[in-house]
């Protein structure tokens, strides 16, 4: 089965699936960059991370990337140069609010499945669809493996998962804490199985659509009133949010966060070497655990 490449949560894997396809969820890992990066101008560490990533993939049969910012933009520019497989940019509405932002989502996912049949994708039957809706539903939630049960409750929050994390788990593990509850964007969706039966396609589209509560939105309001949500369900002691270095979208969202947040939040700025700055990381975390034990 061809194996597609897709960076986002928000790209529902069913509709990849339901083409006979194979969806992999890209995380980027701390290896060696892909020659090219070093060549390019404009990316922020995330994403050289992640055009390394695609590039080392030779299993790969076609790429498809989520536009929910402008560096997402500059990666499938990289890529259309670069990789030897086609790629994909698949437009996520940025406003939420009007008829015509749900419809461009689904046009995308129809234009995403053009895009599938060109690669050697079959073109799905509703009952295919639907079975694939229902035997495994959205269920992605890229922080879930880093939840722990410690004394000391907190969050992990941040626009994508980082080479550090275990190193975070690591430091707050030393002060008797853990991530109990993960901010980062995932969705985790049911579908409504009388409306599967009807037309699965609107009902993949309108679930996965309206589960899409980020940062980049205009309004972003349905970032706030989950986190409120999640709060409640899962009181915690503390945010940590990393974000690499750049990272515009979540530099800017800090100080609502803060004012929003009945709990300290630690900004933890992620540099261009990582792994090479573990001091600084690990001392900014401990003085942080401090302030909320």
Not at 63 to 76: E, G, N, P, S
Not at 124 to 151: H, V
Not at 187 to 197: H, L
């Amino acid at each position: 089965m061809n194996r597609i490449l897709y960076s986002s949560p928000y790209i529902p894997p069913q509709w990849i699936e339901a083409h006979c396809l194979e969806p992999y969820f890209a995380k980027p890992s701390n290896g060696c960059a892909h020659e090219c990066v070093a060549r390019v101008e404009g990316l922020c560490e995330f994403s050289k991370a992640w055009v390394s990533e695609a590039l080392a993939d030779d299993r790969v049969e076609g790429i498809v990337l989520a536009l929910t910012c402008d560096q997402m933009r500059r990666v499938y520019e990289v890529l259309c140069e670069y990789a030897p497989v086609p790629c994909f940019l698949f437009n996520v509405p940025a406003t939420w609010q009007t008829v015509q932002s749900r419809q461009l989502y689904r046009d995308e996912l129809q234009r995403l499945g053009r895009f599938l049949l060109d690669l050697g994708g079959r073109s799905p039957s509703k009952e295919i669809l639907a079975e694939r809706m229902l035997t495994s539903g959205i269920q992605m939630d890229p922080s879930r493996e880093l939840k722990q049960r410690r004394k000391i409750p907190l969050a992990l929050a941040g626009p994508h998962e980082t080479v550090v994390d275990p190193l975070i788990l690591e430091a707050v593990a030393q002060a008797d804490a853990g991530i109990v509850l993960g901010c980062s964007p995932h969705i985790c969706t049911t579908f409504d199985r009388r409306a599967v039966r009807q037309d699965p396609f609107s009902e993949l589209a309108d679930a996965c659509f309206d589960a899409i509560q980020d940062i980049f939105q205009r309004p972003n309001s349905g970032f706030y009133r989950k986190l409120d949500h999640d709060f409640k369900q899962t009181p915690v002691k503390g945010i940590i949010v990393r974000r690499y270095l750049w990272c515009d979208l979540w530099h800017a969202e800090m100080h609502r966060l803060k004012q929003f947040s009945p709990v300290p939040v630690l900004d933890l700025e992620i540099g261009g070497k990582p792994m090479d700055d573990r001091h600084r990381l690990t001392m900014r975390i401990q003085s942080f655990m401090e302030m909320v034990q």
